[in-house]
Structure formats: C-alpha cells, structure tokens
C-alpha cells in the first residue's frame, strides 16, 4: 500500500478523484481495491489572532503520540500561495498519508468548510471536524496590531479578518463549526477547551 493514496499500488495509475468505497479505495483504470485507514480529520480554524499559534504547540505536547498537530502556514509559500484550491489539496493529502500511520491529524489553521468539504481529497477522511477559534473586534485589532512588521498587518487586511469573523461567527451553525472565544480566556484554558473537544471525536 502506498502512502499517496492517490496512486493505484498495482497499476500505478493517478487517481484526479479518488473512488472510495466504505474503507477501501478503489482504482477506476485496473479495478483494483486496497484498504486504507480513514480517520477524522481535525481542523482547528478561525481567523488570524485568535489564538490557533498559541494553541498548537500546547496541544502538541497534550497528544504526544496519539495525535499530529501541524500548523497550515508552514506550506504557505511558493506556487501554493498562488493557489489556494491546491494549498488546500495538499494538506487533505499530507494528513491522509500522516492517517496511514494509525495517529489522526490536528490541522491548525484558517480554513472555512466551504474550501476543504467539495475537494476529491475530502474522501480520505471519515469526518472534518472544526472547531474555530474567535475573538471580538477589539480583541482581534489590538493582537494584530501587536504582531511584528514582518507579518504585514496593515488596517485594510485587519477590517478583512474582521469580516470573515463576522461572516464565519453568522454562518457557524449552517457550516458545521463549532466556536470557541478565546478573548478573555488564557492560553492553558483554551487549550483544556480544544483538548476536550477533540477527545471527544476521536475514533475508539
């Protein structure tokens, strides 16, 4: 079995929509069938500020060895960061090879269903879970305000995180998401929240 689950390990064919069948992928050239472990996915979203950087090393150390955290914007350079759809693509394919080894993958990073739910990658994974993190205007003006210059954070791109808050505390409940505001609550607490949460989901 190869890790790219793309890829067919008997004919070598590239698979551009995966076919998958209850645990099973299925390559649509030779017919040929392999298992594959399909875990949740784990995506701790929510908009720049909130949070999620702060986060992720504490839940790093929580889940050592049952559990991945990673951080999106570590990818975010080069040809991905001229293609958002493909940026995306990538990282379902990173954490569904990271699944073949037996550990689900936390993803710390902003994204909104709409952008992971309609990829062909989708199909690895038994579930998407999100739980976004969200802070209140102030909040989130004042700690962008404070990042280093090097992260560019003019007051145009800070009124456009604003709105995606704004957009994704409104369309949570269609989407899916779960919302925690961290603009009071401290780092250790938060990460109890998230902790738990994930616990939760977690496959038996």
């Avoid at 929509?17 to 069938?33: A, M, Q, S």
């Avoid at 579930?127 to 560019?152: F, K």
Wanted: proline share 9%; charged share 25%; with cysteine.
């Amino acid at each position: 079995m190869g890790l790219d689950l793309r890829i067919c390990p008997a004919c070598g064919d590239r698979a551009d929509r995966p076919v998958v069948v209850g645990d099973l992928l299925r390559c649509t050239r030779c017919g040929h069938e392999w298992p594959f472990r399909k875990l949740p996915l784990f995506a701790l979203t929510g908009p720049s500020g909130a949070g999620k950087s702060t986060l992720g090393p504490l839940l790093a150390s929580r889940f050592a060895g049952e559990a991945v955290v990673l951080e999106q914007d570590v990818l975010w350079a080069g040809a991905l960061r001229d293609d958002v759809p493909a940026f995306r693509a990538t990282w379902l394919r990173m954490a569904a090879m990271l699944h073949q080894n037996g550990r689900p993958v936390v993803l710390c990073g902003t994204v909104a269903p709409p952008e992971f739910e309609p990829l062909p990658e989708r199909a690895f994974f038994s579930d998407i879970h999100y739980l976004a993190l969200v802070a209140t205007p102030a909040s989130l003006r004042a700690r962008l305000r404070a990042r280093p210059a090097w992260r560019e954070w003019d007051e145009p791109r800070i009124e456009e995180m604003l709105e995606f808050t704004a957009w994704l505390q409104e369309s949570a409940p269609e989407l899916g998401v779960d919302l925690f505001d961290t603009t009071d609550v401290p780092a250790e607490a938060a990460a109890d929240h998230a902790e738990k949460w994930i616990r939760a989901r977690l496959p038996a």
